[in-house]
């Protein structure tokens, strides 16, 4: 079997960059929203549009991409995409109004959904040795996880010495070397018969996955109301009907008869779940930072910059490993390093300080590290290589799936933990109204105590400060019996898949 050369391994260096900047750009607006608000002067429904379009156009658009990319070609679809990025990334930068930075942040995120598959499944293309292959997903995987812990960080700094449209734009220069270097480092592939596209299965893609990612994001931003309710049962009689047209039809968008692999299915709820748990900690280990501890936002983002090099050492060690491990054993071992993580971090107080947060938080991202490379490894080398650009979309909508539904689910324990204890600890003495504001959030609890007498305000902060750390141990709590258990259920399921370069292993791929 042939072996990738320096011209794939350049190619790859490549296809980092847009994975880089498209997970990027999740984040990057974390710091830049206060100040693009108070120069667009956004009302704040428009203020959440202009935060959350990206994210729901990428996700709801990722099925379509990645079948797309199969039938008209995987390089051409990514420079298509590159162009559309880069435009999408100046119109973001300068734009002058509320309504067109949210267009533009649309475009953002339709030129998003191409990047993503396509650089997946053109690593399918150039790496046919499964030792090489397993490598460059890793590097991939480190490079797409990276780029969400990474904007935060990168988008202080600009924030730091430029204007907010300066988070947009270090996008272009990537765009423009991606379109350059592209026709010469990548090969072209597409499926040599891959039938009629189906316009109308891509609007059931769309108006299947939308709903429900929005209904999944308003929980975990409001709670569970009538509204998220609806949009969710909305979008899941749609995601019946598009799996049964797919069933129909001679060239389905996808293939479901990819999901009676085991390793497939088992790779996707793997990586699906152990990003559950991840988000749902990250986002109540963020607020931890700042208001239980008190950091501004910068430090707090540069404090999660050991979690990167934790990602980058699990995803590193997973390609170096499989070569000689199974990766079910693999996996299921990162499982449980990351639940070792989410142990410790339930041990973490009021004033225990950073000794606990980091240790717990790094060994979790080692053990994901390993997951989500091994897991995107089984997803793509267990496809036909004229499927692998909708097997890649369906492990990334798996994935923003999984972090969704963490945001939500244990946002929303932590939040039920918190107001709990909260109404058993409140200080006395306080006026009514006072308790009432800080009952709903650790947020508010700060901001009303800004408006008390010092000693009252610091009894109000303390109660609730024990009142929040009790939520982040209870999700601490959930994200380790969730790792258990997906350990287990990985173990079962993936034990029989060989290591990378066995005889059976590269036959397969």
């Known amino acids: 079997m042939s072996r990738a050369g320096k011209r794939e391994w350049a190619g790859l260096a490549v296809l980092l960059l847009p994975s880089l900047l498209v997970s990027m750009d999740m984040s990057v607006l974390f710091f830049a929203l206060p100040f693009l608000s108070a120069d667009l002067e956004p009302t704040s429904s428009q203020q959440l549009w202009i935060a959350d379009i990206y994210g729901f156009l990428l996700a709801g658009l990722l099925i379509t991409m990645g079948s797309l990319g199969d039938r008209i070609g995987r390089r051409r679809l990514l420079l298509l995409g590159a162009g559309a990025f880069g435009v999408a990334s100046v119109l973001s930068a300068y734009a002058n109004s509320a309504e067109m930075l949210i267009a533009a942040r649309a475009l953002l995120g339709i030129g998003g959904a191409t990047l993503a598959p396509s650089t997946l499944s053109l690593i399918r293309a150039m790496f046919h040795d499964a030792k090489q292959r397993t490598l460059a997903i890793s590097l991939w995987t480190a490079g797409f996880a990276g780029g969400a812990l990474l904007g935060p960080i990168i988008g202080g700094l600009l924030l730091e010495q430029f204007w907010w449209g300066s988070v947009f734009l270090i996008n272009v220069p990537a765009m423009v070397l991606l379109l350059i270097l592209g026709p010469l480092l990548l090969p072209e592939y597409a499926d040599p018969k891959p039938g009629r596209f189906d316009l109308f299965s891509a609007v059931l893609s769309l108006a299947a996955v939308l709903p429900v990612i929005n209904g999944i994001k308003r929980i975990a931003e409001h709670g569970f109301d009538t509204v998220a309710a609806v949009s969710i049962v909305a979008g899941l009689p749609v995601g019946v009907a598009f799996v049964y047209r797919q069933q129909r039809l001679p060239h389905p968008m996808i293939d479901l008869a990819l999901f009676r692999k085991r390793e497939f299915s088992a790779a996707i709820l793997t990586a699906l779940t152990a990003m559950f748990a991840v988000m749902g900690l990250s986002l109540a280990a963020a607020q931890y930072l700042q208001l239980v501890l008190g950091m501004r936002p910068f430090t707090a983002a540069l404090w999660s910059a050991p979690n990167f090099v934790g990602m980058a050492v699990g995803t590193t060690l997973a390609a170096v490993i499989a070569r000689r491990i199974r990766p079910g054993y693999l996996i299921t071992s990162g499982l449980l390093l990351a639940a070792c993580g989410f142990a410790i971090l339930t041990q973490i107080t009021v004033d ?156 397969a791929a």
């Open 352 to 507: 225990s300080g950073l000794a606990w947060l980091v240790t717990g938080s790094v060994l979790m991202a080692t053990g994901v590290g390993v997951v989500a490379a091994l897991a995107t490894d089984l997803v793509v080398a267990s496809a036909p290589q004229e499927r692998a650009g909708s097997a890649s979309a369906l492990s990334e909508t798996g994935t923003e799936f999984g972090g969704a539904l963490g945001m939500a689910v244990l946002g929303s324990v932590g939040v039920a933990v918190y107001r709990s204890t909260f109404a058993d600890t409140a200080p006395s003495g306080l006026p009514p109204e006072a308790v009432e504001a800080a009952r709903d959030t650790l947020g508010g609890a700060v901001a009303t105590a800004a408006q008390l007498p010092q000693a009252d305000g610091a009894r109000l902060v303390d109660a609730a400060s024990a009142a929040y750390v009790e939520g982040v141990q209870i999700i601490a709590t959930v994200g380790t019996l969730t790792m258990v258990g997906i350990a287990v259920f990985a173990a079962v399921l993936l034990r029989h898949v060989r290591a990378a370069g066995t005889p059976s292993t590269a036959a």
